[in-house]
């Protein structure tokens, strides 16, 4: 595969970088007799090798510290997002979302993803190790994901294969300099049977119309002046025989059938949540009522204090002129 002149450029000076770094790495803690670390080799093969004393085999790669934190910097979003995602007030409402939306869903997932990506890349991009030099699977992770970006299609303008690139830079750095992830992928990895995943005739007959992605490499091989049977990418390119096809249509039916009750449900779901929104409305019309007669009631409320305070003013006022007049009906006892 052609390396494109950003790769290139990236590749060189990361190249320079690493090896001045392991240059440097290597002064503060030596190599010899009197140091756990024997000797780094690069093989012509690709990779790096760490010999370590007292070990039979040497370690694939060498963890350049400043690498390695940078790296654990990135890492440390993925179990903090999770931790996020997967409260009860967010799943309530990604599960809301899913149930009404899923074209929408589908489009946070890839929004998430990409704002990952484009906060990750430029953190480890000084970092970046020279792909001839990682780790014997990750070599490979890198080739086939290369292969995947010169395939993409989808525009004009190059910004998928740019998002797969960094997408493959970001996933590579992360896997070469972090065992836990790499050997549990290594030991799915063995599990696979390739057979089941390749494309079949029923694959290949839904792709080949598509023209988002050169699915086999076919459209490149065809400009290139060498065409690709759709015979050669797959042993199972095999027509279907009738029981074959019969069975698929049956399995085909279930599926349609359980489609057509899932949206039954959706459908079911909705107008529950329909009837629900109006029973919300008609509660809160109520309210705007309940809350406009309580201020009928507190207005005619002062109302009635003012008229009784007024009684009382004018009660008292009567008792008082009363009181004058008796006092001037009292004869005097000196006369």
Known sequence: MVESEEVKSVNQGTRNFHEKEMELQMRDTGTGDDYAIIDIVHPQKKGILTWLRGYRYPFPGFPIKDTVMTIATVKRIIPAALKYCFQKPIMFIFGLLYLFSKKTFIKLIHKALEAFINFAYPSIKKHFLNPNRMKKPVREIYRVLSIGAEREMRDSLGLMKDKWEMGRDVLCMLLEYDNAYLLRLQDIANEINLEEIKLDAADWYYVKPRNDYDFGGRKKAKKEGNPISLGSPTKNFTKMDDAQLKRFESRRAAIQGE?????????????????FQTRLDEIGTILLRLQGRFAEVAEEEGHYKQIQDTEKRFEAKELESDKEQDIGTIPNLKT
């Open 259 to 275: 489609f057509d009750k899932l949206n039954q449900e959706r459908e079911g779901l909705m107008k529950q949540a329909r009837q």
